[in-house]
């Protein structure tokens, strides 16, 4: 009797705990799958991305995407699609590729390779509802690619803010991998192994392997059917504790006899069964809501007691590790800003990069655009630096771009205004709320410093030292298409610099009416 009604109750207690270690295991892959669409969006929700998309630029896979930076996004693979879903240009970076001659991480750039990674998951991205809202166009989950798992998720390249027709598709994937079970397992405390199905199962499946354990398992599935079968082992540990209980209450019952076996069971169920079952329930509430700082139920001093205090330091160690995880979670955030900023920043000269003068233009645009407020650009080339390199060796051409750099920043003279170098000898300023006659005053300033500067260039064929040549527009950004418009004619101005005999300046006309900003 006491048998059939106590073991069920701990049975019950060790099946709770199997599902509760289980869904923990399942909430870490959730958890994982979401922050891997929190690094896509921020990746496909770009104007860069966009621009790269309908115009290939060689400077953003370089600034953006050198070998080993997708490995730090803890990425394994990225593919960047057309609208028709045909490959445009990806990069996979996996521990599987060494480079033999470095020892370091190799990027493969292989179309085959690509291929393997965007072809099983096409139809899946053309599900993706281009109208709906930004946050829901989105297709993510597991999938297994030349027989690995995945997970992965993949968006529409759009402009900031959703606005325009996308450009394209960009998907990016994580492998699961024996690094990253091993991770999840020690982050959980709780080791667990996956495994390739084929056939999805009734849902978690809890089997006993001996007295001691149980392995509890359930299959992941995506869109086209299962994927992998997670397996754990937990401690059988409350049945043990049962069985001594039992072992106790026998010899009484023999004691007592026929004529107590009624008091014994009103004991028995009192004493223990209840406080199973309300231990047992306690334990549920706390595995379903997630809050391990709750006790569960009172301290009694017998092996109920010891279950209760076990349990109790088990959730403990559970909270201390969620906030373990939270506090990491705070410092890779701090890190990735900190990355961030890193990557805006141009490293030989330590002024801003093409992204980070396209992030900082785009937040000063809508302003001017406000404001109905001018913004000059000046679009700035070094006269004759392929010849300047060869001369004098490319050492000696970076010291020159150092100080060139230092030279326009040094002549910037509004807060607002900023440069960065676009691209090898090209530099661009955004002179904010400056009208056509300071911005030629600018130009003309930079070039005297450039010149009294004095920097060798022995195979110029305007000077014997350094000079440049710059391409001027102001506009009205109320009346302007799109910054990239502004561009193009600061471009034209430089060329024409250039036609022109290089080592000046030329300037584009104004394109609003009689207005004039400081």
Known sequence: TQTAVILPAFEEIEQEQARAAMHRIQQRFAEDLSDLDATLYDLSDWDASVAFLRNRNQQYIDSNFPPGSIHSLRLNGMVFATLDLSLYWGIIETAAWIDPDTGEMASVYERDALEALLDPLRSRIRTIDLNADQEEQVVRGFARIQDRPVMYAARPVLFSGGAARPAGYLLVLRNIDSDLIEEYGSQLMSAFTIESVDEAGPGIRIEALDAERLRVSDVMSGADGPVFRISTVVSRSVTQIGLRSIYWAFPMLFLVGLLSLALLYFFIRSSILQPVQTLAAQMRDIADTGDYQRTPGEYRNDELGDLTRTFHRMTDRVADREQELKQAHEELEQANERLLELVKTDEL??????????????????????????????????????????????????????QVAGILAGCLRHPGDFVARYGGEEFLIAAIETDLEHAQELAGKIQTEVRSASIPHASSAVAEHVTVSIGVVTRLPAEATDFVSILDDADRALYQAKEGGRNRNVVLGMRWSDRRGR
């Open 349 to 402: 000269t330590g002024i801003l990069n093409r992204r980070g003068f396209e992030d900082k233009i785009y937040g000063q645009w809508d302003l001017l655009k406000r404001l109905e407020r001018p913004l000059s650009v000046l679009m700035i080339d070094i006269d004759y630096f392929k010849a300047y390199n060869d001369h004098y060796g490319h050492i000696q051409g970076d010291e020159a771009l150092k």
